[in-house]
């Protein structure tokens, strides 16, 4: 999923360590490592995207917003390579998820979604990038849409996991209440934003400055930092909220796909 930054985004080459609160620090050398992964759970989200749990006895740790290469390999021979958002936080389990939308015509998504299950292998390679990554040790602002939430999940269950003070807001957009992935885990960190069905009461329409506004109000001193995750016509949308919004532009990070 993990593309080069764009409006407003630096980027910066990521330490050889990175270090996490509460988290055992995480070794730059295990990019370049490939690791066997085995299925051992699949969790259905949404209609079209589920979580696949994976054992990964060597995992050297992550920071929440990094995402990692999957590799398939067919009977023949044939490899597909795919990069994924982890959207598990950190911790010392040995085991890794990534949530994964059935995209129409994807081989390795398709693969998952319908022929996968647990007990299959599979090859990991990361955690990869240090631009998107959130130590836990800023307040941070997360908008996401669609599966873009995935490595913000990632965050925020990080947060919640150590007990993290630090502020943290999440805004995620679903065109409806069916689409929302994680709906079950949001709390009141999360304001979610319908674009075309919604619950009674609940407006519809696209992510629009009326929604960050009561969040930007809030910030804490020295401002926020703000992730966007999703697809490239929600990450210039939403970034361009942030701007007009009074946002600084070096304190926006954007990873976009499609």
Not at 4 to 12: I, L, R, W
Not at 80 to 88: G, M, N, T
Request: charged share 20%; hydrophobic share 40%.
């Amino acid at each position: 999923m993990a593309t080069p930054p764009a409006v407003g985004a630096t980027a910066f080459a990521p330490p050889t360590r990175f270090a996490v609160p509460g988290r055992i620090a995480v070794s730059g050398s295990a990019a370049t490592t490939w690791q066997t992964a085995t299925l051992t759970e699949i969790r259905r989200e949404t209609p079209r995207a589920a979580t696949f749990r994976f054992a990964v006895p060597a995992w050297a740790g992550h920071l929440p917003g990094q995402h990692l290469m999957l590799r398939l390999t067919a009977a023949d021979g044939y490899t597909a390579q795919r990069h994924y958002s982890l959207a598990s936080a950190p911790d010392d389990s040995g085991h890794i998820e990534l949530t994964l939308d059935h995209v129409d015509g994807g081989e390795v998504s398709g693969w998952f979604h319908s022929v996968a299950e647990p007990g299959d292998e599979v090859e990991v390679r990361g955690p990869l990038s240090g631009f998107f990554a959130w130590p836990g040790d800023r307040p941070a602002l997360l908008l996401g849409a669609g599966s873009g939430v995935v490595p913000l999940m990632s965050m925020v269950r990080h947060h919640r996991a150590r007990g993290l003070t630090v502020p943290l807001r999440l805004l995620v957009s679903a065109r409806g209440p069916e689409e929302l992935v994680y709906a079950r885990e949001y709390g009141p960190e999360t304001t979610p934003v319908f674009t075309r069905s919604a619950p009674e009461g609940v407006p519809v329409g696209r992510l629009a400055a009326a929604h960050l506004a009561p969040l930007l109000a809030e910030a804490p001193t020295g401002g926020w930092e703000a992730y966007v995750c999703g697809s490239n016509g929600f990450a210039e949308h939403a970034s361009r909220l942030l701007v007009k919004a009074g946002q600084p532009v070096d304190r926006i990070r954007i990873e976009r796909f499609g």
